[in-house]
C-alpha cells in the first residue's frame, strides 16, 4: 500500500488521543506527541497490507519516554484490522490508548489514578535499606466466545495475568529499571494454550509458559483470550 503522508502518524495519534478527551500536542517538529505531563509518543509504521474481504491490516509501534522518569524510550506493538488504511491504524492507537496509555500516565505519578498496584519489597542480604518495587495493573482486554460452562475458581482480575507468571519475573522485579510488560494468553475451543509476553517491546519467553498453564485452568468457553499491559517501577519515595 502507499505509505502515508510525512507525519500522517502523528498527526493520526494525536487525533486519536483528543478524542478520547486527552490534552496533547505534536512536538519536536512534528516527530512526536506530547502529553501535559511530559510524556512522549513517537509512532512508527512497520506494515499496512491489503487483507480478505477489502479489510486493510496494520502494524505499528509507539514508542514511550519521558525526560526524567524514563528518558530511555518503552516501545509497544499495535495490531489493528479496518476498512481502510486509516481506520486500521486509527483503532489500533484506540486499543492502545485504552490500556497500555493509561499504565504508562499513571506510572509518571506518584500515586496511581487508574491502575491498582501490587508493593514488593527487597532488600541485601548484607542488611542493606530495604527498596520497594511497584506493578502497575493496567486496564485488562477479555474475549470469551460464549458463557463459560462452569464458574472460575478465582474470577479473573487485574492481578491474575501477572501474579500467575510473577516467577519469571523474580530478577526484573528485584532491579531498578522501568519496564513495560505486555501480558497475553489464549485458549482456543479444542484446549490448545498460546501465550505471549514481552518486556519494552522484547520477546520474554520465560513467562510464556506460566502464561499458558494460567489458560489451561480456566474453564471451558470456546475461543478466550485475556491480555493486559503492566508497568513495573520503583515505589515512589511518597509511598514509602
Known amino acids: 500500500m502507499e505509505s502515508p503522508a510525512p507525519f500522517f502518524l502523528q498527526k493520526l495519534l494525536r487525533q486519536t488521543l483528543q478524542a478520547q478527551r486527552l490534552k496533547c500536542h505534536v512536538t519536536d517538529s512534528g516527530r512526536s506527541v506530547t502529553l501535559p505531563n511530559g510524556l512522549r509518543l513517537e509512532p512508527f509504521l512497520m506494515a499496512c497490507e491489503e487483507a480478505p474481504e477489502g479489510r486493510v491490516h496494520s502494524t505499528t509501534v509507539v ?3 519521558h525526560p526524567s522518569l524514563f528518558p530511555n524510550p518503552l516501545f509497544e506493538y499495535q ?3 479496518g476498512s481502510s488504511q486509516r481506520d486500521a491504524l486509527s483503532k489500533g492507537f484506540a486499543s492502545w490508548a485504552s490500556m497500555d496509555l493509561v499504565t504508562l500516565i499513571d506510572a509518571c505519578q506518584t500515586t496511581p489514578q487508574s491502575c491498582s498496584a501490587l508493593e514488593i519489597a527487597y532488600g541485601s542480604s548484607a542488611g542493606g535499606e530495604v527498596y520497594r518495587r511497584q506493578v502497575l495493573l493496567g486496564p485488562m482486554e477479555h474475549y ?3 458463557a463459560p460452562r462452569w464458574s472460575e475458581d478465582h474470577e479473573f482480575c487485574p492481578c491474575c495475568l501477572f501474579t500467575n507468571s510473577m516467577q519469571a ?3 526484573l522485579l528485584q532491579s531498578h529499571d522501568i519496564l513495560g510488560v505486555r501480558l497475553y494468553a489464549s ?4 484446549g490448545q494454550c498460546e501465550a505471549d509476553c514481552r518486556v519494552n517491546g522484547h520477546d520474554f519467553a520465560a513467562a ?11 474453564p471451558e468457553a470456546g475461543m478466550e483470550y485475556r491480555k493486559q499491559y503492566v508497568v513495573i517501577r520503583n515505589t515512589p519515595r511518597l509511598l514509602e
Open 63 to 65: 514508542e514511550a519516554s
Open 79 to 81: 495490531h489493528s484490522n
Open 144 to 146: 470469551q466466545q460464549h
Open 169 to 171: 519475573f523474580s530478577r
Open 187 to 190: 485458549r482456543d475451543p479444542d
Open 208 to 218: 510464556v509458559p506460566l502464561l499458558c498453564a494460567y489458560a489451561n485452568l480456566w
